[in-house]
């Protein structure tokens, strides 16, 4: 016969388990507010940015503009930087992104492509390091909500690597933020940047709503603002390429801020539902434990009036 307080210290267990995992929920909700509210608020910037490296771009078109970060060289070095998360309990997030580097790591070394990882999160930095791949830098304990000082460190770093002719080429492994159960892996080529790329396309943002109770994301487009070229007859006062090439530093910033911000929302977001299931399934195995042990419980009653029957026969 099933041991009554054994099933009843086991229902208590995961009633106390279901708390835990439905606060790490609204915490991971509240969080993800906090990562949509951020990624608004940076992108005025990152709009104006945008413009006016297209403006410049508009009006260099027909001259040889010469700048370390655009120039195009043989590739036998690169740098894999791979942007992972510090905790865990966020179901498959971790272990998408690392196989992704490890599927890329494995393309570069079949095309005879030196390969060196920049790992960002100490899930990918650990699990790298057990198995002695070449690590150039790590960066842990970053904070959930990324801000513009910890992408700057990152590209920084970067730089030196491609600058001083270390790397070829530096490209980025992130988790890109698709819904709260979706999201996935992509792999984008940040250096050397791509004169004909820096003009913004039309992107989209996500705002995450309650309806009926439960939590759900929206995606709205968001028009590109660059519309305007600068007048021709317009005149710098420094050198436009001088300008160019301070503000493409500014423009990898932004682009490894808005990786980060992309990945802290999927993290939270894989978190929010990987704590919804768990919470679930321990309601699910609660009710089943209740009832086993109403079962027991009856049937150990029934066993008692039995044997109070087996004993007043006896004695009569």
Do not use: H, W
């Not at 991971?28 to 509210?37: L, N, S």
């Not at 195009?72 to 690392?98: F, K, M, P």
């Not at 030196?160 to 819904?179: C, M, N, Q």
């Amino acid at each position: 016969m099933p041991n009554l307080k054994a099933i009843r210290d086991r229902i208590k267990s995961v009633k106390n388990t279901r708390k835990i995992t439905e606060a790490m929920r609204l915490v991971a909700a509240a969080k993800v507010r906090r990562a949509q509210e951020q990624v608004i608020a940076t992108r005025p910037f990152a709009d104006r940015l945008a413009q006016v490296l297209y403006g410049l771009q508009s009006r260099l078109k027909f001259e040889d503009v010469d700048l370390p970060l655009l120039k195009q060289r043989e590739v036998n070095n690169v740098a894999i930087l791979v942007i992972s998360g510090d905790r865990g309990l966020c179901g498959g997030y971790n272990t998408n992104v690392i196989r992704r580097a490890e599927i890329r790591a494995k393309e570069l070394a079949a095309e005879g492509i030196n390969y060196q990882y920049v790992l960002v999160g100490r899930k990918a930095s650990t699990y790298f390091k057990r198995r002695e791949q070449p690590i150039e830098a790590s960066f842990t304990g970053l904070e959930q909500i990324p801000n513009a000082e910890e992408a700057s460190r990152i590209a920084d770093e970067l730089l030196a690597l491609f600058l001083s002719g270390k790397v070829d080429r530096v490209e980025l492994i992130y988790t890109r933020f698709v819904s709260l159960v979706s999201s996935r892996p992509v792999v984008q080529t940040l250096l050397p940047l791509d004169a004909q790329g820096l003009e913004a396309a039309d992107d989209e943002i996500f705002r995450l709503t309650t309806r009926g109770g439960n939590f759900e994301v929206q995606r709205e487009k968001v028009a590109s603002q660059v519309t305007m070229n600068f007048p021709q007859d317009m005149i710098f006062e420094q050198d436009p390429v001088q300008i160019l090439d301070a503000l493409l530093p500014l423009y990898l910033n932004n682009q490894i801020l808005r990786a980060l911000q992309e990945s802290a929302a999927s993290e939270l977001a894989a978190r929010m539902t990987a704590m919804n299931n768990a919470s679930d399934n321990a309601k699910e195995l609660a009710k089943t434990l209740n009832l086993t042990y109403n079962k027991a419980r009856q049937a150990a009653i029934t066993q008692e009036i039995l044997e109070v029957v087996s004993g007043a026969n006896a004695l009569g």
